[in-house]
């Protein structure tokens, strides 16, 4: 099904959950998009920075805050070559300081997404959405951005059901 893309950021690395910093393999939005992946058989994009965040979870979190309050772009690897062929878009990311991770809003940015459908999906270990959605219709202008799914990172693994529950809807 190539006319719909999973476009995503994730961070493996220290995390911080359930009350105790842990190390992931994969981080907690790339699982939620695997499953999206299996249940829609879409094409697959991992949104990345040149400059990662650092791996130690207390380091990234500053420097993603201080990136926060500058509003800053940062430099992506690689991007698809055009989105034109899709008019889905599964769009996820962690929820940081309350929204997506700038290097989101540098995809965003990069792209005209007007006439697109975007589906929000995001992880976090506490406040949902935040403001993203909000921010997408901001950047995203003649895209229509549907309600996104909140999924606790700490628990993506059970996420499956409520997973496809959302994407059959
Ligand atoms: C820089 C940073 C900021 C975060 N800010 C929030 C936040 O404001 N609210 C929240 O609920 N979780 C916050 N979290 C937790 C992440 O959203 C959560 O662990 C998420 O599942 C990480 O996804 P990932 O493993 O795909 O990177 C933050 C984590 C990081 C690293």
Redesign the pocket.
Known sequence: MAEILIA?????DE???NGELTI?DI??????AGMIKELTDADLFKIEQLQP?AKS?NQ??A???VDQKRNARPALKRYPESIERYHVIYLG??????TM?MAVFTFLEHFDFSGKVIKPF???????L?SSEEDIKGVCLGAKVERGLA????S?QKAKRHMERWILK
């Open positions: 995503f950021y994730s961070r493996a995390n911080y959950m992931l981080g907690n939005t790339e699982v939620a965040y979870y990234c979190i420097e993603a805050q990311f962690p929820n940081y300081w309350g991770p995001c992880t976090h270990e506490g406040s949902g935040g999924i606790r990172g700490s993506v």
